[in-house]
């Protein structure tokens, strides 16, 4: 009976969960209740617990984590200065007098706007209140509205600069040393932020590729879910020049995202240092915009400050969760039960798979990201999985998980900024087709690693 205490350790943590409990305190408390248990009645070697300075020191001084303040720091500062909704009405005035041209708009804003905040509430929210109603407002199917947004807030999770791929790669990286040295390699190989961000960017793309060929075929097949709008109309009756208008919201965010993407792509800056430069970028255009007032910046400050303070308690109390874990000796339970399943690795990624995906109901990316992934990913690497492949197929499972009916945190963001005759079912409905086209993605990684794994090997190439 004790070999299974990792597994009631696990449903300990669920249960606080399900009870309303903050992810970190749940995970921390209950790791220390099970550690004292454990310690009074001899299963349990409070030695484990004497690597959590070590380990608490360690994350504190992890220079890649200072990314993630960074990015977060630049995604809001863009959101208050308004530049969203600038570069929505400009990318509007380009393809909103074309059939489906507003939803390709939003599929194409959003994609930018996941890839400088990289936290999904806060793109479904963004993208929700600033072109939901426009889209109702000009006859948008309200599923098809509804589905493209949520859709495109969950590329926060794949699209680069992301910091859910800020940490998996972090934990990654650990993951696969600690892989390698079991595996008696002790010279081991070295991932990157950088290598999941570049790994990332051919099935990013795709997913957003296949999304803009699901809305332009609605709106062929069936015009009046996604009409035209007239250009008097998106105009506003500005009398300034479109090609002016276009400049003044195109140009400055996609400039600070190529600018961080590229440093970051040409090997000219780490991630971290890219997230310095998205960071001043942000600031200097919202400061040339006439939004940087001191109440804007005292906002996107704590705004900032809080989601830090968050991930980095999380990340204590995940620490605390997998000292306990291994103490009972839950690494072992696992290897075992991976080297007994069918089918080998791929039995064993299948599981992980559907675990991930159902966690996704419950939890954020970063518990996950920091509880599931360090236990699960060091026995799939050692089964000789890729830990690009590994990564990147983890993020977009989450991203689908994120998206599913009836749980998906997505849903729930977009139905608390919906107005009232915005229906639910609408909603549900409308995310299904989107759910479809991650899934096919999913398989085509399956089929062919060689999308995620093809570019890191080209840029980092000797």
């Known amino acids: 009976m004790a070999e299974f205490i990792p597994l009631w350790l696990f449903a300990g943590v669920c249960v606080c969960l399900l009870f309303g409990y903050p992810v970190a305190f749940s995970l921390g408390g209950t790791a220390l209740i099970f550690a004292a248990v454990g310690s009074f009645f001899g299963t349990f070697d409070g030695v484990f617990l004497e690597a959590l300075p070590n380990r608490l020191f360690g994350i504190i001084g992890n220079e890649t984590l200072i990314a993630v303040p960074l990015f977060v720091l630049m995604g809001v500062l863009l959101e208050k200065s308004k530049l969203a909704e600038k570069l929505l009405d ?11 041209g507003l939803g390709i708009s939003v599929i194409l804003v959003g994609m930018l706007l996941a890839a400088s905040t990289g936290i999904v509430g806060a793109t479904v929210v963004t993208m929700g209140m600033i072109s939901l109603p426009t889209m109702l407002r000009r006859g948008y199917d309200p599923a098809l509205a509804a589905g493209t947004i949520c859709a495109t807030g969950t590329l926060g999770q794949i699209i680069p600069p992301s910091i859910a791929l800020v940490l998996l790669g972090d934990v990654m990286s650990n993951a696969f040393q600690k892989a390698q040295l079991e595996m008696g390699i002790f010279s081991p190989k070295t991932i990157s932020v950088g290598d999941l961000f570049v790994g990332a960017l051919i099935p990013g793309l795709i997913l957003v590729g296949m999304y803009i060929l699901y809305v332009i075929a609605v709106a062929w097949l069936q015009p009046h879910k996604a009409p035209a ?15 002016i208008q276009l400049i003044k919201g195109l140009v400055p965010p996609l400039a600070l995202i190529f600018a961080v993407l590229g440093s970051i792509l040409s090997g000219i800056a780490t991630p971290t240092e890219a997230a310095g430069v998205g960071a001043l970028g942000a600031a200097i255009l919202a400061l040339a915009s006439g939004k940087l007032s001191f109440p804007t910046l005292k906002d996107a400050v704590y705004s900032t400050t809080k989601v830090t303070c968050m991930v980095f308690m999380i990340l204590i109390g995940a620490s605390l969760f997998s000292l306990v874990f291994r ?5 072992e339970l696992i290897q075992d039960f991976f080297s007994q399943l069918p089918g080998g690795v791929v039995g064993a990624m299948i599981v992980v798979m559907l675990l991930m995906f159902f966690l996704g109901f419950i939890l954020d990316f970063i518990e996950i990201t920091f509880v599931v992934v360090p236990i699960v990913a060091p026995v799939l690497l050692a089964m000789g999985l890729d830990p690009v492949w590994l990564g990147i197929m983890m993020a977009i499972n989450l991203q689908t998980s994120f998206l599913t009916p009836p749980f998906g945190f997505a849903l729930f963001y977009l139905r608390g900024v919906a107005p009232p005759e915005l229906k639910t079912q609408s909603i549900y409905k409308g995310v299904l087709p989107f759910i479809l086209i991650q899934l096919f993605v999913l398989l085509m990684l399956s089929i062919w690693p060689e999308l995620a794994t093809w570019l890191p090997e080209q840029v980092y190439a000797d």
Not at 229 to 243: D, F, K
Not at 327 to 331: D, L, S, Y
């Open 90 to 100: 400009s990318m509007a005035m380009l393809f909103g007098t074309l059939r489906g």
């Open 229 to 243: 709008v007239p250009r008097e109309e998106l105009r506003n009756g500005s009398t300034e020049p479109l090609a």
């Open 327 to 331: 103490g009972f000796g839950g690494e």
